[in-house]
């Protein structure tokens, strides 16, 4: 149950944490159902699933592959909670997501607020952050700034580029047990830390924004929801891939949002362009077409084009094992998102990938 005094905390300080929220029986059973979902990815992709572990670290739309999740937030404890902090007492799923930060493996997440990148035309959602285990400061829970979402929107943070940066005495850090549940707004600033402390952080995250929010694409023309949207700008999204809790609420105004469709517009490696930039660029050097990372995930291959990398731009042949990595990475995360929107959330390849060919770029 969501005391009032609960939502009022929530409203002023942009967070809540609900703990206790879900047995841990329950939460080991979604754990379970999250890594048999990770081992049919990866082979469906044709990625061995060693590869796959150490290189994926998100999956996107969990409750469209697992009825444990669905009935989660569709039916279930989440469908419970969620509409509880909106206005009229309804809401729209805009999507899911596990992100795993396994240790020794992982890295981190900016400074950011969620809703600017979301290509929806009103502010007023939330995330719910569910923990499958006992995490500590050390281990990549949220950091927040509290209150910061009275701010308002800034622009969207590029991971790659951008360094936002808060007093340490302003951070909170939301140390959680397994089965707790963050409730977080959507303009609340936050990060988290490279998970240096336990073997396993997986996070279930789920997005929540208005039931009647409208599609804006130029708000955040590159995010992957795009695929699933069938509307047209400006209209109500559409309930089979972002589904109504509660009751449907009459229309209201169309809010005024930012245009950040310039995020992709930059000749320069950001984390909106960055997988775009590396394909073409090999496949402009290296003479390749049509499915490129397919082609790079194969030893042979993957080998023949550092070789010619090599030699076409006069690189220090120490480069040579660095460099396999960087393609290997890369190959796996382009086949996982072309398959199912799977990626690293952490852009280490395409970084290093950059610092190598800034120049040729």
């Known amino acids: 149950m969501i005391a009032t005094s609960d939502i009022k905390f929530y409203e002023e300080n942009g967070y809540l944490?609900?703990?206790?929220?879900?047995?841990?029986q329950k939460v080991d059973k979604l754990s379970l159902n999250y890594n048999k979902l990770r081992k049919k990815l990866a082979?469906?992709?044709?990625?061995?699933y060693s590869d796959y572990q150490k290189e994926i670290s998100q999956i996107r739309d969990v409750w469209k592959y697992n009825d444990e999740f669905?009935?989660?937030?569709?039916?279930?404890?989440?469908a419970k909670v969620a509409p509880v902090f909106f206005k009229n007492k309804s809401c729209r799923l805009l999507h899911d997501h596990i992100i795993n930060k396994p240790l020794k493996n992982n890295g981190l997440v900016p400074w950011h607020q969620d809703y600017t990148y979301w290509p929806t035309d009103n502010p007023n959602g939330l995330s719910l952050w569910l923990s499958f285990s006992?995490?500590?400061?050390?281990?990549?829970?949220?950091?927040?700034?509290?209150?910061?979402?009275?701010?308002g929107e800034e622009?969207?943070?590029?991971f790659i580029n951008d360094n936002k940066l808060f007093s340490s005495s302003d951070v909170k850090f939301l140390t959680v047990n397994k089965g707790d549940l963050v409730v977080l707004d959507a303009l609340t600033w936050h990060r988290t830390s490279e998970n240096i402390s336990v073997r396993e952080r997986n996070a279930y995250i789920s997005l929540w924004i208005p039931s009647n929010s409208r599609y804006a694409?130029?708000?955040a023309s590159w995010h992957p929801v795009n695929d699933n949207i069938t509307v047209n700008e400006n209209e109500i999204l559409n309930d089979d891939w972002f589904p109504v809790i509660g009751n449907k609420v009459a229309v209201e105004q169309i809010h005024e949002y930012k245009d950040n469709s310039s995020t992709e517009d930059m000749e320069k490696i950001t984390m909106y362009n960055a997988s775009r930039i590396a394909r073409n660029f090999l496949q402009k050097h290296l003479n390749l077409k049509n499915d490129i990372w397919t082609y790079m995930y194969i030893e042979q291959n993957r080998f023949k084009s550092i070789n010619l990398l090599i030699n076409?731009?006069?690189?220090?042949?120490?480069?040579?094992?660095?460099?396999?990595?960087?393609?290997?990475s890369m190959a796996i995360n382009g086949i996982a998102y072309q398959n199912h929107r799977g990626r690293n959330v952490y852009n280490k390849s395409y970084?290093?990938?950059?610092?190598?060919?800034?120049?040729?770029?």
């Open 17 to 24: 944490i609900i703990r206790d929220f879900l047995p841990t």
């Open 43 to 48: 082979k469906q992709s044709l990625i061995n």
């Open 70 to 78: 669905k009935n989660l937030i569709l039916r279930d404890e989440i």
């Open 134 to 151: 006992d995490l500590d400061e050390k281990a990549g829970v949220l950091e927040i700034i509290p209150k910061s979402h009275i701010l």
């Open 155 to 158: 622009k969207p943070m590029d």
């Open 217 to 219: 694409p130029k708000h």
């Open 312 to 328: 076409k731009f006069e690189l220090d042949k120490a480069v040579k094992n660095e460099l396999n990595e960087i393609l290997l």
């Open 351 to 361: 970084i290093k990938f950059n610092n190598i060919f800034k120049n040729e770029i």
